[in-house]
Nanobody, 122 residues
């Protein structure tokens, strides 16, 4: 099974950019779909973006055109480039993985990292 560790969160001004990284270990990484999810205080965890192989991607409507997900299977890394950040993007961001499928519904994704905080100041 895969283990996932996120990094790259921080504090940024509205309109700024951040790149989150998710490092994988264990398992056959290229066979895992990997997604990013986020959870703001008092809200449910929600889907942000996901990638399967290196070409199949999916985005939430709220981030489409601003966020880009990518992966480097040789390095066992998945990235989330976040541009034009808004205060409503503030949340704890999680990397999550599922074998042979592209993550979308949090309750169906078995492997999770510990999260990295993103705070966007207005």
């Amino acid at each position: 099974q895969v283990q996932l560790v996120e990094s790259g969160g921080g504090l940024v001004q509205a309109g700024g950019s951040l790149r989150l990284s998710c490092a994988g270990s264990g398992g056959t990484f290229e066979n895992y779909g990997v997604g990013w999810f986020r959870q703001a205080p008092g809200k449910e965890r929600e889907f942000v973006a996901a990638i399967m192989w290196t070409t199949i991607t999916n985005y939430a409507d709220t981030v489409k055109g601003r966020f880009t997900i990518s992966r480097d299977n040789a390095k066992k890394m998945v990235y989330l480039q976040m541009n034009s950040l808004k205060p409503e993007d503030t949340a704890l961001y999680y990397c999550a993985g599922a074998a042979w499928s592209i993550p979308h519904e949090p309750e169906k994704v078995p492997y999770w990292g510990q999260g990295t905080q993103v705070t966007v100041a207005s």
